[in-house]
């Protein structure tokens, strides 16, 4: 039900008011209001738009109080029960739950005190119209929890439960607008900790096993349900007044004694960040976090008990700038979520957007201010262009906001348009807007749906009331079209004075549509530079405060990279690309470059990278490298042909190896060394990286850790180094940790110099039993497919893209997209772009949205052929 309440009122007294199972009481006559029936809906796989809607007009005051016992072995099945109560408004019809599970998990049936006989079809658990009633209902299940979602391991679990994966646990109403408080008893081996949403309440201990009760959660969605329990260490600290519980597996004491301080200090500020921002007080009881290893993302925003990836919150001596910035973004996003998706939630999945590109927004902005010497503007440029393009260059681009008839293609939605994109349509917004007029508009938006659900076009209501601009017709293209504009201009001089400049914009599709955007342009001269704000609501817009200026050595487009689209390339940016003072002006410098050359515009690939090698060793800003050398090693081993490589490669470490020796900064130096581990193909740099890796001896300057020397190792394996076979168990005998060692073992396989060892490899991973630790299988993918392996590998791709439904089906929302760029993203031969065309020729009705991921990840395949051969 969607609910309006005051800031003032705490999370918990909502909580406590009406959501707790315990305090929902039994409606008056009154309280009854006669209702049409409307006909029963459909039982059908997942959870329809259908369903979604009757039941949020049916049902309401709704909790849950889950018990779970989890044995020592992690195959044995978690015998559970669970009372749900609901008001219903309209008993003439079945109520279906949502269990996708087999029927056989159903022990049992009680509703409203009555033993029924359990209805299970279609994934769901049909409770028939004769033995509910109008008002409270209670419906008591004796069950077998789902495995899909638990993540199990030998010595602890986890949920994620995103976007509709609480019905694979247990019987629930699993869409995002039929909040509820669950209330939580958890019975695990006696050694373990655990955490979940809501507060401990108490725990017993017998000979065997322990049991946490947890207080009743606040008022949830049911993505957002959560828990974590196995053998964790507990931290808990106070900063400004909130105490905070960590859980985590770390045993290196240096990246603990380095990490713990800052993880918390993190949180603490973006806390108070966002209190400021919002003008609401942190809405929930308690804020806790757990460090998981090899988590599926990087964060989840559980009220109560955040999940993170361990690797990104855990850093040492070794950390790049970039790791630090990164850090702090991540935090801060997920601490955003509070606020923007978990206060205030979308009504359905369709709008999960929302919640991510408010999180990213900002985070952009906390990190701006948490973090040392960060160039907000320039980190902004470089996490998300790149990353939004590459999708949205593709066939298979996608609007920010896409439709959705049902939750089980819910995963489908997420991806970089909406982590990427939406974040700089967002920047545009609020530059269109003003600041503050933005600012006070989000602030109404939460306070208005607090603990409640809404829509991007509720926000866009009270956005719009609050400036000139016509939001609909901006919101229109932005947001509900795919693609992006390609710019070119015209520029007229006359006697060395500027006498027009004009711009103009066509969609890259060349459909017809217009993007209105603000941006800048940098009119560059040997002694000082003038920057021109462009206007571009227009197909064609001319700067008339560009004529009468002298005519400029070169031009830069989109110089404080805030615009959106192929910006032009001036023939004489590529000898004056170092001139620019700005570390933000060469960012976008750099970004326009790649995308002209993928486009075949302005430059070839060849030439690209010849610029690259001329500029890099004259940046020394990190960031700015760290897109450098990821562009440069990218179109080193996708976009060259192998013999070019081959050439290339001698003089290319050696430029590398010696830009690394001058350069200064530790953090950069390390970026460089990482490109030159990348490009080894020379016996002598692999040589030169076999005795850094054999002696544990890193380069003066660079601070290389366990993880580091891992991914040297494995560098080496993949290139079949004569020692190669010996370094992979030895490297193995030098990780310390149990949780690392195991991912470890699970590559080995994927890296060994054996075609069949390779292949009985990938062959395991049809089996979803062994694609349960989704990152180690990404990982393995690429280096079963990596340009080196390409000869014995490609003949996988066919089998790859056949699993793709399964993927889909059996994996978190991450891993289908994630499953097809480590697969395709190194082929560049027209008989791997040939495969996935006659694979989509084959499949004419296939799944639109994996159908739209599959053109997404084979754009680089595709590309690449064209520029290639």
Same mark, same amino acid.
């Given at each position: 039900?969607?609910?309006?309440? @005051?800031?003032?009122?705490?999370?918990?007294?909502?909580?406590?008011?009406?959501?707790?199972?315990?305090?929902?009481? =039994?409606?008056?006559?009154?309280?009854?209001?006669?209702?049409?029936?409307?006909?029963?809906?459909?039982?059908?796989?997942?959870?329809?738009?259908?369903?979604?809607?009757?039941?949020?007009?049916?049902?309401?005051?709704?909790?849950?109080?889950?018990?779970?016992?989890?044995?020592?072995?992690?195959?044995?099945?978690?015998?559970?029960?669970?009372?749900?109560?609901?008001?219903?408004?309209?008993?003439?019809?079945?109520?279906?739950?949502?269990?996708?599970?087999?029927?056989?998990?159903?022990?049992?049936?009680?509703?409203?005190?009555?033993?029924?006989?359990?209805?299970?079809? &279609?994934?769901?658990?049909? +409770?028939?119209?004769? @033995?509910?009633?109008?008002?409270?209902?209670?419906?008591?299940?004796?069950?077998?929890?789902?495995?899909?979602?638990?993540?199990?391991?030998?010595?602890?679990?986890?949920?994620? +439960?995103?976007?509709?994966?609480?019905?694979?646990?247990?019987?629930?109403?699993?869409?995002?607008?039929?909040?509820?408080?669950?209330?939580?008893?958890?019975?695990?081996?006696?050694?373990?900790?655990?955490?979940?949403?809501?507060?401990?309440?108490?725990?017993?201990?017998?000979? &065997?096993?322990?049991?946490?009760?947890?207080?009743? $959660?606040?008022?949830? @969605?049911?993505?957002?349900?959560?828990?974590?329990?196995?053998?964790?260490?507990?931290?808990?600290?106070?900063?400004?007044?909130?105490?905070?519980?960590?859980?985590?597996?770390?045993?290196?004491? %240096?990246?603990?004694?380095? $990490?713990?301080?800052?993880?918390? !200090?993190?949180?603490? *500020?973006?806390?108070?960040?966002?209190?400021?921002?919002?003008?609401?007080?942190?809405?929930?009881?308690?804020?806790?976090?757990?460090?998981?290893?090899?988590?599926?993302?990087?964060?989840?925003?559980?009220?109560?008990?955040?999940?993170?990836?361990?690797?990104?919150?855990?850093?040492?001596?070794?950390?790049?700038?970039?790791?630090?910035? @990164?850090?702090?973004?991540?935090?801060?996003?997920?601490?955003?979520?509070?606020?923007?998706?978990?206060?205030?939630?979308?009504?359905?999945?369709? %709008?999960?957007?929302?919640?991510?590109?408010?999180?990213?927004?900002?985070?952009?902005?906390?990190?701006?201010?948490?973090?040392?010497?960060?160039?907000?503007?320039?980190?902004?440029?470089?996490?998300?262009?790149?990353?939004?393009?590459?999708?949205?260059?593709?066939?298979?681009?996608?609007?920010?906001?896409?439709?959705?008839?049902?939750?089980?293609?819910?995963?489908?939605?997420?991806?970089?348009?909406?982590?990427?994109?939406?974040?700089?349509?967002?920047?545009? +917004?609020?530059?269109?807007?003003?600041?503050?007029?933005?600012?006070?508009?989000?602030?109404?938006?939460?306070?208005?749906?607090?603990?409640?659900?809404?829509?991007?076009?509720?926000?866009?209501?009270?956005?719009?009331?609050?400036?000139?601009?016509?939001?609909?017709?901006?919101?229109?293209?932005?947001?509900?079209?795919?693609?992006?504009?390609?710019?070119?201009?015209?520029?007229?001089?006359?006697?060395?004075?500027?006498?027009?400049?004009?711009?103009?914009?066509?969609?890259?599709?060349? $459909?017809?549509?217009?993007?209105?955007?603000?941006?800048?342009?940098?009119?560059?001269?040997?002694?000082?530079?003038?920057?021109?704000?462009?206007?571009?609501?227009?197909?064609?817009?001319?700067?008339?405060?560009?004529?009468? &200026?002298?005519?400029?050595?070169?031009?830069?487009?989109?110089?404080?990279?805030?615009?959106?689209?192929?910006?032009?390339?001036?023939?004489?940016?590529?000898?004056?690309?170092?001139?620019? !003072?700005?570390?933000?002006?060469?960012?976008?410098?750099?970004?326009?470059?790649?995308?002209?050359?993928?486009?075949?515009?302005?430059?070839?690939?060849?030439?690209?990278?010849?610029?690259?090698?001329?500029?890099?060793?004259? &940046?020394?800003?990190?960031?700015?490298?760290?897109?450098?050398?990821?562009?440069?090693?990218?179109?080193?081993?996708?976009?060259?042909?192998?013999?070019?490589?081959?050439?290339?490669?001698?003089?290319?470490?050696?430029?590398?190896?010696?830009?690394?020796?001058?350069?200064?900064?530790?953090?950069?130096?390390?970026?460089?060394?990482?490109?030159?581990?990348?490009?080894?193909?020379?016996?002598?740099?692999?040589?030169?990286?076999?005795?850094?890796?054999?002696?544990?001896?890193?380069?003066?300057?660079?601070?290389?850790?366990?993880?580091?020397?891992?991914?040297?190792?494995?560098?080496?394996?993949?290139?079949?180094?004569?020692?190669? =076979?010996?370094?992979?168990?030895?490297?193995?005998?030098?990780?310390?940790?149990?949780?690392?060692?195991?991912?470890?073992?699970?590559?080995?396989?994927?890296?060994?110099?054996?075609?069949?060892?390779?292949?009985?490899?990938?062959?395991?991973?049809?089996? *979803?039993?062994?694609?349960?630790?989704?990152?180690?299988?990404?990982?393995?993918?690429?280096?079963?497919?990596?340009?080196?392996?390409?000869?014995?590998?490609?003949?996988? +791709?066919?089998?790859?893209?056949?699993?793709?439904?399964?993927?889909?089906?059996?994996?978190?929302?991450?891993?289908?997209?994630?499953?097809?760029?480590?697969?395709?993203?190194?082929?560049?031969?027209?008989?791997?772009?040939?495969?996935?065309?006659?694979?989509?020729?084959?499949?004419?009705?296939?799944?639109? =949205?994996?159908?739209?991921?599959?053109?997404?990840?084979?754009?680089?395949?595709?590309?690449?052929? =064209?520029?290639?051969?």
């Amino acid at each position: 039900m969607k609910l309006q309440h @005051s800031t003032t009122i705490h999370g918990a007294a909502f909580a406590l008011a009406v959501c707790v199972t315990s305090c929902v009481t =039994k409606p008056t006559v009154s309280d009854v209001k006669p209702v049409v029936t409307a006909p029963a809906v459909a039982v059908v796989p997942g959870v329809s738009l259908e369903l979604a809607q009757d039941r949020a007009r049916r049902i309401s005051r709704l909790g849950y109080r889950l018990t779970l016992a989890v044995p020592p072995q992690k195959n044995e099945p978690i015998a559970a029960s669970e009372t749900i109560t609901f008001h219903l408004t309209d008993a003439n019809q079945p109520v279906q739950l949502d269990f996708k599970e087999q029927a056989d998990h159903v022990k049992s049936l009680t509703i409203n005190g009555k033993t029924v006989a359990v209805d299970f079809r &279609e994934e769901h658990l049909v +409770l028939p119209a004769v @033995s509910l009633k109008p008002g409270l209902n209670e419906v008591r299940i004796e069950f077998i929890a789902g495995n899909q979602s638990l993540n199990r391991n030998d010595d602890y679990l986890y949920t994620l +439960l995103v976007p509709d994966r609480a019905r694979t646990v247990f019987p629930v109403f699993d869409q995002p607008n039929l909040k509820a408080s669950f209330t939580l008893a958890l019975t695990v081996p006696k050694t373990w900790q655990a955490m979940a949403n809501g507060p401990l309440q108490d725990s017993t201990v017998t000979a &065997e096993s322990k049991t946490f009760r947890f207080a009743p $959660s606040d008022t949830i @969605s049911t993505y957002l349900f959560s828990f974590a329990a196995g053998k964790f260490t507990r931290i808990s600290r106070t900063l400004a007044g909130r105490e905070m519980q960590f859980l985590h597996r770390e045993t290196d004491k %240096d990246k603990l004694k380095l $990490s713990l301080n800052p993880i918390f !200090q993190i949180h603490a *500020d973006a806390l108070k960040f966002l209190e400021k921002y919002t003008a609401i007080s942190y809405p929930f009881r308690k804020f806790d976090f757990v460090a998981l290893p090899d988590f599926q993302y990087g964060g989840m925003e559980h009220v109560g008990a955040i999940d993170y990836k361990a690797s990104t919150l855990f850093l040492d001596e070794g950390a790049t700038q970039d790791q630090k910035i @990164s850090r702090s973004n991540l935090i801060s996003h997920e601490t955003a979520h509070m606020w923007f998706g978990d206060l205030v939630t979308m009504q359905w999945f369709n %709008d999960v957007w929302m919640k991510e590109v408010f999180a990213n927004f900002m985070a952009d902005k906390i990190t701006q201010i948490a973090v040392a010497n960060s160039n907000y503007d320039l980190k902004f440029v470089i996490d998300h262009y790149p990353a939004a393009y590459g999708v949205d260059r593709t066939t298979g681009a996608n609007p920010i906001r896409q439709d959705l008839e049902n939750l089980k293609d819910a995963g489908s939605l997420y991806g970089n348009i909406i982590y990427h994109k939406a974040p700089i349509m967002m920047r545009q +917004l609020e530059r269109l807007m003003g600041e503050e007029p933005f600012r006070q508009g989000l602030q109404e938006y939460l306070k208005k749906y607090a603990f409640g659900n809404a829509t991007w076009p509720d926000l866009i209501q009270i956005l719009d009331a609050r400036t000139p601009a016509d939001l609909q017709a901006w919101n229109q293209v932005w947001v509900n079209q795919p693609g992006r504009p390609v710019f070119d201009y015209a520029l007229e001089t006359a006697n060395g004075k500027i006498t027009s400049l004009e711009l103009t914009q066509q969609a890259e599709d060349t $459909s017809d549509r217009l993007w209105p955007q603000l941006f800048e342009v940098l009119l560059v001269y040997p002694d000082r530079v003038k920057e021109l704000t462009v206007n571009m609501n227009q197909r064609q817009v001319a700067l008339p405060e560009a004529v009468g &200026e002298a005519a400029p050595t070169f031009i830069l487009f989109n110089s404080t990279g805030l615009g959106y689209g192929v910006f032009p390339i001036d023939k004489h940016l590529t000898a004056n690309l170092a001139k620019l !003072q700005n570390p933000v002006a060469r960012a976008t410098a750099y970004v326009n470059f790649y995308e002209n050359m993928l486009n075949g515009r302005a430059i070839a690939q060849q030439q690209l990278l010849e610029v690259y090698r001329q500029v890099l060793p004259k &940046e020394k800003e990190e960031l700015n490298i760290k897109l450098l050398t990821g562009q440069a090693t990218d179109i080193f081993w996708r976009l060259l042909k192998p013999e070019e490589r081959v050439a290339l490669a001698p003089t290319l470490e050696k430029e590398l190896w010696q830009t690394m020796q001058q350069n200064p900064a530790p953090n950069s130096k390390k970026l460089l060394f990482k490109a030159y581990q990348s490009v080894a193909l020379t016996k002598e740099a692999q040589t030169r990286l076999y005795d850094i890796w054999n002696k544990q001896q890193a380069p003066t300057g660079i601070k290389l850790t366990e993880d580091d020397y891992t991914a040297l190792a494995l560098a080496l394996a993949v290139r079949d180094y004569p020692a190669a =076979k010996p370094i992979l168990p030895a490297q193995l005998a030098r990780i310390q940790n149990p949780d690392r060692q195991k991912r470890m073992e699970f590559l080995m396989p994927a890296l060994a110099p054996e075609v069949a060892t390779r292949d009985a490899f990938f062959a395991s991973l049809k089996d *979803d039993k062994n694609r349960e630790k989704e990152a180690w299988v990404v990982s393995a993918l690429g280096y079963l497919h990596h340009p080196l392996r390409a000869a014995t590998s490609e003949k996988y +791709l066919p089998e790859c893209l056949a699993l793709l439904e399964e993927i889909q089906q059996t994996g978190d929302i991450f891993f289908p997209y994630s499953w097809l760029q480590a697969t395709l993203g190194s082929y560049q031969t027209p008989t791997a772009a040939r495969t996935v065309r006659e694979f989509l020729a084959a499949h004419p009705q296939y799944n639109p =949205k994996l159908r739209a991921k599959l053109l997404q990840a084979a754009d680089d395949v595709f590309r690449a052929e =064209k520029l290639v051969m």
